[in-house]
């Protein structure tokens, strides 16, 4: 209960932007030895200062707030409904005289205090009090009378006396002393900034020249007001605002709450812009993200019938590792002084790069020679090959592809290849001379085309990653199944995949139906197309269009295929693009989708074979399909 009342008080001051202070000193000992204290209490931009006197500090500040409590109830500044309850001892008395007794011990001289008072009624209360007031003004006075000490009784007499206010001085207030202000905010309100944003604007006809302030966009007609503008605080305020935020500016609230809101006022129009962009942009997600899952399905149904049942690829994976072990055990035999003839074997074509389709069983090796190859060094390798494959493994030689094939039990063709890496100028070093080629060397075109698919398999593995192999499996089925398409079978069809789902570090990667549109949408812009800048070779260091290969027929071919494409999946039907039959039912891919949030992106990760931003292209659907 101590604390109640100065906790009002406080709360109440905060609100008037103010502090109450306290000053609290002993005010000597009563005739039983008990020390009492004397508190005042005087808050800021307030004429009047509370007083009062208890035993304890505490209990004399909560006086002493009561005191000032009640002057502002008087004043009618606050509600008496409002206030704390009020214990006994901190009621008001009028016209009281009370006794405190000063001096180092019991017994001591004691001064009286009289309060002298008579009731008053006039418009700012019936008392008013001012402990360092004027008497001519009409406030209250306080005298200690020290040095004028009445004989009678022999005791000091503190009195308080209440002067009448006329109706001449009821306006008068107390003045406020002010301090006086430094030689640094001196200079500082002196201080000009900003002088070069000040421009003269030339006379127009009857328009006098004006200068013009570009920071707080206004005009001043002389010199006068423009120095004052200047000077001012609002334009330094400005100033620190869009120029220099550690510039040193003192100004009053108001005027910082004003720029606040001529601020906020400018952001409105944008904030508003900005919240329907974003409602319409979840509604471009929301629709979006139901044609992602309509494409999402249709790609996973498709890629369930194109990828490789896995008894196949383990006898294609068989066939190729049973090769290779054999042409390593040839290696082995066919040593000259010391140094080995064949230095490696290396898969290359669709096996290496992970996208073969389903009925592909085709692996592509190349054996790197250390040497030129000859027609005999590949009839011996081809007769010492066959032993070591065993019974079922058919071997023919293919001198025009500088190399041979094999046969597998289990219909699985093998092309081997030879080639000399020093063969190509890029691979031989500073002071390597030229190898020179025998009578019966073999033909050195098939093994620069060999050497060539080894670094695009290279390449391929370092660039793509787990998101480029369905599309391309999907890509290269459309090829086999769409004879407009062929043309770009190969290489040209991997590296524009490679290239159009190629995404900055910070984006997550596309999904299989997003990249699977996204191709088809590079296609139908035109990249094909004479005129453009092409797409160059990445495994060549010479300038090499790889789109050189296609003629300038095929191309528009292709690129009104794809333009047509698009047209499909815009209005699903990316099952007449796929080649698989309509899927009706979606409530499997349905499910995950009830998770996202619809006021944000979806979560890629979740949407994997469930997004679509491919194109598509002008086939008809299957058989069976509407």
């Known amino acids: 209960m101590v604390t109640e009342v100065k906790a009002f008080l406080y709360a109440f001051c905060g609100r008037q932007r103010s502090l109450p202070e306290y000053e609290t000193k002993p005010a000597g000992r009563d005739k039983n030895g008990w020390m009492s204290y004397f508190s005042t209490v005087a808050p800021t931009g307030f004429p009047y200062v509370g007083q009062g006197t208890a035993q304890t500090r505490k209990e004399a500040q909560t006086a002493a707030a009561w005191d000032f409590i009640d002057y502002l109830a008087k004043q009618g500044m606050i509600n008496e409904m409002d206030l704390p309850l009020r214990e006994e001892k901190y009621k008001l008395a009028t016209c009281q005289t009370y006794n405190v007794f000063i001096g180092p011990k019991p017994g001591a001289e004691p001064i009286t205090r009289k309060k002298i008072a008579k009731t008053m009624n006039f418009v700012g209360g019936t ?17 200690f009378a020290d040095s004028n000490i009445e004989k009678s009784n022999g005791v000091k007499v503190k009195q308080t006396v209440i002067v009448e206010l006329n109706p001449e001085n009821m306006e008068a207030k107390p003045q406020k002393k ?59 305020l400005t100033y620190k605002t869009k120029v220099d935020p550690e510039y040193d500016v003192k100004c009053n609230f108001k005027l910082i709450q004003q720029m606040k809101l001529k601020m906020w006022q400018q952001r409105v129009p944008q904030m508003i812009a900005e919240k329907e962009d974003r409602l319409e942009r979840r509604d471009r997600a929301a629709d979006m993200r139901n044609l992602r899952v309509w494409d999402g399905k249709h790609i996973e149904v498709k890629l369930k019938e194109i990828i490789p049942q896995l008894m196949e690829e383990n006898e294609v994976k068989d066939s190729a590792e049973k090769v290779e072990e054999c042409i390593k055990l040839v290696s082995d035999e066919t040593m000259l002084d010391g140094q080995r003839t064949i230095r490696g074997v290396m898969r290359v074509g669709p096996s290496a790069k992970g996208i073969l389709v389903a009925g592909e069983k085709q692996v592509h090796l190349v054996i790197q020679c250390q040497s030129p190859p000859t027609s005999e060094f590949l009839d011996d390798v081809v007769e010492k090959l066959g ?40 691979n031989r070093r500073d002071d390597e001379a030229e190898p020179e080629l025998k009578q019966n060397h073999l033909d050195v075109e098939p093994q620069l ?10 390449w391929f593995r370092a660039r793509a990653n787990a998101n480029h192999r369905p599309v391309l499996r999907i890509m290269r089925d459309l090829c086999a199944r769409v004879g407009t398409w062929a043309p770009l079978s190969g290489w040209p069809l991997e590296v524009i995949v490679c290239d159009c789902l190629d995404t900055p570090f910070e984006r997550p990667p596309f999904s299989t139906a997003e990249g699977f549109r996204r191709v088809f949408e590079c296609i139908a812009s035109g990249l094909l197309l004479p005129g453009t800048n092409g797409l160059k070779d990445p495994v060549e260091k010479d300038l090499t269009n ?20 698009l047209r499909l999946m815009a209005y699903r039907q990316i099952y007449k693009v796929l080649g698989v039959k309509e899927q009706t039912s979606m409530q ?20 994997a074979l469930m997004g679509a931003t491919a194109g598509a292209l002008g086939i008809h659907a299957p058989p069976g399909a509407k």
């Open 127 to 143: 008392r008013l009090k001012e402990t360092h007031g004027d008497m001519a003004n009409g406030f209250e006075e306080e005298r």
């Open 178 to 236: 002010q301090r006086p202000k430094s030689l640094y905010e001196q200079a500082k309100e002196n201080e000009v900034v900003g002088s070069e944003y000040i421009e003269i604007v030339p006379a127009t006809g009857r328009n006098p020249a004006k200068f013009r302030c570009r920071l707080c966009d206004c005009d001043f007609n002389d010199d006068t007001a423009k120095n004052t503008h200047l000077k001012g605080k609002r334009h330094k």
């Open 387 to 426: 032993p070591k494959l065993g019974n079922g493994y058919r071997v023919d030689v293919l001198q025009e592809e500088c190399g041979f094939g094999i046969t597998s039990p289990t219909n699985v063709e093998i092309v081997v290849r030879l080639a000399c890496l020093s063969l190509r100028p890029e």
């Open 449 to 458: 085309a060999a050497l060539s698919e080894l670094r695009r398999a290279k």
């Open 546 to 565: 790889i789109l050189d290969c296609i003629e300038m027929q095929e191309a528009e071919d292709i690129t009104a295929s794809a333009q047509h494409a």
């Open 588 to 607: 499997p891919m349905l499910e995950p989708e009830l998770e996202l949030d619809v006021s944000g992106e979806p979560d890629r990760k979740r949407l």
